[in-house]
């Protein structure tokens, strides 16, 4: 069973760069994935940030950014801020109607 | 602005029958290429995929759940609804509807607030 993953944990200074990235125990993921990335703090429902690897939801601010870095998708936190700090989960689409969430990565800023 | 709401017992003893339904308003479930779906969050972990139905009743589900999941839609109330049986704690959690846009975009884009139900006798 294919799993998807990510980091458990990333730290960024504030006004810093973080990459997070989501990938597969077996393969690599491409667009043909449509990766989604969500932004959820605690007691919230997630928020949608990027799908489509690089599209961002309406009102995402553009320090977010999605893409395919090697063989994982990345989401690209540029000039990080206080508020940034949530977990962070990517979704794949496996292909006959299935989804998958990764185990999320819990960012912290300081 | 569409607008998503879960409800259904906070409480299920262990073997029986978890039902929740969602309710959404602000716009149509009979839309086309808009699937309708239900994630969970057990208490300090990642979320996971439950399945998502179509206004057609087509339905796709996760394969670890899929023997115990049950997935339906109303389109005369505007509502969808999870059934999940034998549940035991593990299946304890936050459990949110969502919007599922499908196609060649793949995406979750309205989230409802999230109801949670414990499996506790």
């Known amino acids: 069973q294919t799993v998807v993953t990510q980091e458990p944990s990333f730290s960024v200074s504030p006004g810093g760069t973080v990459t997070l990235t989501c990938g597969l125990t077996s393969g690599s993921v491409s667009t043909s994935y449509y990766p989604s990335w969500y932004q959820q703090t605690p007691g919230q429902s997630p928020r949608t940030l990027i799908y489509s690897t690089n599209t961002r939801s309406s009102g995402v601010p553009d320090r977010f950014s999605g893409s395919i870095l090697g063989n994982k998708a990345a989401l690209t936190i540029t000039g990080a801020q206080a508020d940034d700090e949530s977990d962070y989960y990517c979704m794949l689409y496996m292909g006959s109607g299935i989804s998958v969430f990764g185990g999320g990565t819990k960012l912290t800023v300081l | 602005q569409l607008q998503l709401q879960e409800s259904g017992p906070g409480l299920v003893r262990p073997s029986e029958t978890l039902s929740l339904t969602c309710t959404v308003s602000g716009g149509s479930i009979n839309t086309d290429n808009l699937y309708w779906g239900w994630i969970r969050q057990p208490p300090g972990q990642g979320l996971e995929w439950i399945g998502s139905?179509?206004?057609?009743?087509?339905?796709y589900c996760n394969p670890s759940l899929k023997s115990r999941v049950t997935l339906s839609v109303d389109t005369s109330k505007n509502q969808f609804s999870l059934r999940l049986i034998s549940v035991t704690a593990a299946d304890t959690g936050v459990y949110y509807c969502?919007?599922?846009?499908?196609?060649?975009?793949?995406?979750?884009?309205?989230w409802g607030q999230g109801t949670l139900v414990t499996v506790s006798s």
């Open positions: 139905i179509y206004y057609s009743g087509s339905a």
């Open positions: 969502a919007r599922h846009v499908g196609g060649g975009i793949q995406k979750f884009d309205y």
